[in-house]
């Protein structure tokens, strides 16, 4: 590599061999996630370029086949110097999975994950290195809100959105972090393969992904930088992505043992008891109908609602929509009827037989959901049975890819 220069060890030009060994050993890899990006590529480049200096770096860039052309443009930096790598994927999407694979791809002992856009700060790579290096420390994030940290120009209602977020990963996590939502960040390489395995993948949020994968605490440090404005190009963060880290919640907070899909359904039917409840209260007081008649269309104003919930939500890679609407409103009144009927059968059971009410109450619960959310997945909505089926399904690209570009 030309742009690098050897480490000059007396002990290690005495040999050879060694001497190319140290010369190839890279500090850092700094993987760049790219979706049409081709204006900010050559900046963010001559950018890293300048902010890294001496150190031996590498930027693998990992790009979705960009229709705007960004992997040619990254090729033709590739292929004039040897630091700087593509990895194109085809038929693929995904920010978190980009990066995964970018770090899988390089043998550097730190890697280092951040945007294409130019809003992530590249000055101050080299002190976040220092301080992984010098605390033993795991992972460093570039934090907007620490000291010396700030939003920069961001909208009240994105600001919101990412406070949001943020508390919710907090608890994922199970760590104190200022910034989790950070798409900023600086790992050792031997840490992302202690959790390479158990990461979801899915969605924007590979930090709080990888945190919350470890079996242990994890060593953490925060850098302060300025968060800047777009360049070029537009945002890619849309509502779906918020449904993804609701998924990636869902699958952590049930330790990977529960499918990520049936959290989110048993989420929805929660919501839906609200729902059920507040509509009985309001036909039994205000309406004074009958218990029964209440009860009833109680339980049918949550199950329409669930159905609805479910179909943008639960199954949003699979929507139905027109006349398979119907037909899959009527099947979903059907299945949950009879798991209605299944869940106080069964609970009514285990009472007779010296349950208690509560335990009792529960079981039937857990019996009416399962039955619910098996039998929607396979008639109503139809997926894929194997979890190695929905990680497919869920990563190719949507049909309403456009919304992207
Ligand atoms: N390969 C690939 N595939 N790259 C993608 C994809 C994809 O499907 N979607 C987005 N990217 C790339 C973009 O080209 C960009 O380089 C980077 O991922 C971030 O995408 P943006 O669209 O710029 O996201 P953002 O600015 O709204 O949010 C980012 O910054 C936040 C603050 O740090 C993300 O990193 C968030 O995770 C982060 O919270
Ligand atoms: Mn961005």
Not at 97 to 126: F, K, W
């Amino acid at each position: 590599m030309m742009n690098h220069p050897i480490e000059s060890n007396p002990r290690a030009l005495a040999t050879g061999l060694h001497a190319k060994a140290l010369e190839r050993r890279l500090d850092l890899a700094v993987v760049v996630p790219t979706f049409n990006e081709r204006e900010n590529v050559p900046l963010l480049i001559s950018a890293l370029r300048e902010a890294l200096g001496d150190l031996r770096w590498e930027i693998v860039f990992v790009d979705d086949d960009s229709p705007d052309g960004t992997g040619e443009i990254i090729d033709k930096f590739a292929r004039r110097d040897g630091a700087i790598r593509l990895l194109r994927r085809v038929g693929r999407r995904g920010l978190s999975s980009a990066c995964i694979e970018g770090a899988l791809a390089t043998s550097a002992s730190v890697i280092a994950v951040m945007d294409a856009d130019m809003q992530h700060d590249e000055r101050v790579l080299p002190l976040m290195l220092a301080r992984l290096r010098e605390e033993g420390i795991d992972v460093v994030v570039g934090t907007r809100n620490a000291q010396g940290g700030s939003m920069g120009e961001f909208s009240a209602r994105r600001r919101l959105l990412s406070g949001m977020g943020q508390r919710i990963s907090s608890a994922v996590c199970r760590c104190e972090l200022s910034d989790p939502m950070s798409g900023f960040f600086l790992f050792r390489r031997s840490f992302f393969l202690e959790v390479v395995h158990r990461l979801h993948g899915g969605g924007f949020k590979i930090l709080v992904d990888m945190l919350a994968s470890s079996k242990r605490p994890v060593r953490l440090a925060e850098v302060g930088y300025q968060f800047r404005g777009r360049v070029h190009g537009e945002s890619k963060l849309d509502l779906n992505n918020g449904i993804e880290l609701l998924f990636l919640v869902a699958s952590k907070l049930t330790g990977d043992v529960i499918p990520s899909r049936f959290a989110v359904f048993s989420l929805v039917g929660a919501v839906g008891l609200i729902t059920h409840m507040l509509c009985l209260g309001l036909l039994l007081r205000r309406l004074h109908w009958s218990f029964n008649e209440a009860q009833g269309v109680a339980a049918f104003v949550a199950m329409t609602e669930n159905f609805f919930v479910n179909n943008l939500i639960t199954y949003r890679d699979n929507s139905l929509r027109g006349s398979r609407l119907v037909t899959g409103l009527l099947s979903f009144w059907l299945a949950c009827s009879f798991g209605a009927w299944a869940n106080v059968s069964f609970a009514r059971s285990l009472l007779q037989s010296g349950m208690p009410w509560i335990a009792a109450g529960a079981a039937g619960i857990v019996l009416g959901s399962v039955w619910n959310y098996t039998v929607s997945s396979l008639f109503t909505w139809q997926t894929p049975r194997h979890s190695a089926d929905l990680v497919a399904s869920q990563e190719r690209p949507q049909p309403d890819a456009e919304t992207y570009r």
